[in-house]
């Protein structure tokens, strides 16, 4: 009874407080502290952590607390190496959710990570950068956090305990069958990012687990199961470490796959970056040179008589074309310039 208890002790005290300052924000704040304290006491349950690879104890770092500064990083580098290798033992797996994902973006459909924490944040991160480097709309790769945008920056407690919520931020950013769902948490646990892998299989979508902890729950729920095994962390249960580099690792190789798939790169150059800086302005320079192998002059021309599209300007000097014939090229051919370059030599 210690629940309702403190439930009942908190409400009385916050009633006077604010009878007596006249705040309601302070009650209205307490109230909601309390009800959430109380919500966790009674679905608490023992969480065994024994069984997760993430929570076990590095041998090598033992008694890292006794070495030398220089010690400490060369221990933390050597565990670093062995994510790599991690990564590259689930190409294969990796390789599958690139294909459907590319597939999803054919058909109009989005890629949605949802994490909690460093995994949460991680996913922000990839889909953040996708815009300027592949001039894909903000909303086709989306990351989704416990907690919000709070979150981003400080913890939010409690969060990734919510199930609901999970499945209430995929509402509310209206998730489809047509989507792509990645959850992240090297746990495998996560609660909130459950609660949104259940909403995405109701949904009739593609669902992804990014993991760690290969016999965890996000694992067996999900189409397809990424798992690269890093084993203990140099800290134990510090997951943003090798875990954490992990996941950043596979969702490098997520995007930047799914986006050579879909035409996006030409050779090794990110053909439809945007000029958002000037870097970038000159970034588009280069990358037009490097693809016609052109002056800067030419290069800097065509990209003025196209808009500044990379791709229109590469086609427009490769094929010889006129800005409008070139974009209406690209266009007939899902912007995928090699294509089009194939037409314009068959014309």
């Known amino acids: 009874m210690v629940g309702p208890f403190f439930y009942s002790v908190w409400l009385h005290r916050s009633r006077r407080h604010k009878k007596a300052a006249g705040k309601d924000e302070f009650f209205i704040r307490c109230v909601k502290n309390i009800q959430n ?29 006794e070495m030398s500064t220089e010690a ?28 459907i994902i590319c597939a999803a973006f054919q058909a109009g459909g989005r890629l949605i990570y949802v994490g909690a924490g460093t995994s949460g944040r991680l996913g922000i991160l990839d889909a953040s950068e996708c815009p300027p480097t592949f001039g894909t709309p903000p909303e086709q790769v989306t990351g989704l956090i416990a907690g919000g945008h709070q979150a981003i920056l400080q913890a939010v407690e409690n969060a990734e305990d919510n199930v609901a919520q999970g499945a209430q931020d995929l509402k509310d950013i209206h998730f489809s069958q047509q989507d792509v769902l990645v959850g992240i948490a090297a746990s495998g646990r996560t609660p909130y990012v459950l609660g949104a892998l259940d909403y995405a299989r109701q949904c009739g979508a593609m669902t992804v687990a990014l993991t760690c902890n290969p016999h965890s729950k996000m694992a067996d729920v999900a189409d397809i199961a990424l798992t690269p095994v890093v084993g203990p962390e140099v800290v134990t249960g510090s997951s943003r470490m090798k875990a954490g580099t992990a996941q950043k690792l596979v969702l490098n190789m997520l995007t930047t796959g799914a986006m050579i798939r879909t035409g996006k790169v030409f050779g090794n150059l990110m053909v439809d970056v945007e000029a958002t800086n000037q870097k970038l302005v000159q970034r588009q320079v280069n990358i037009v040179m490097q693809a016609t192998d052109c002056d800067e002059a030419c290069a ?14 590469i086609l427009m000097v490769l094929a010889e074309l006129s800005a409008d014939e070139a974009k209406t090229l690209l266009t007939q051919h899902q912007g995928f310039i090699r294509r089009a370059l194939q037409a314009a030599g068959a014309r």
């Open 72 to 99: 400490m990083l060369r221990v933390i580098n050597d565990e670093d190496k062995k994510v790599a290798l991690a990564v590259e033992a689930i190409v294969p797996a990796i390789a599958r959710a690139v294909d």
């Open 300 to 313: 800097s021309a065509a990209l003025a008589a196209c808009g500044g599209h990379c791709k229109t300007a």
């Open 37 to 65: 304290k109380l919500f966790l006491w009674r679905t608490s349950v023992k969480i065994d952590l024994s069984q997760m690879v993430t929570e076990g104890r590095n041998p090598v770092s033992l008694n890292i607390d």
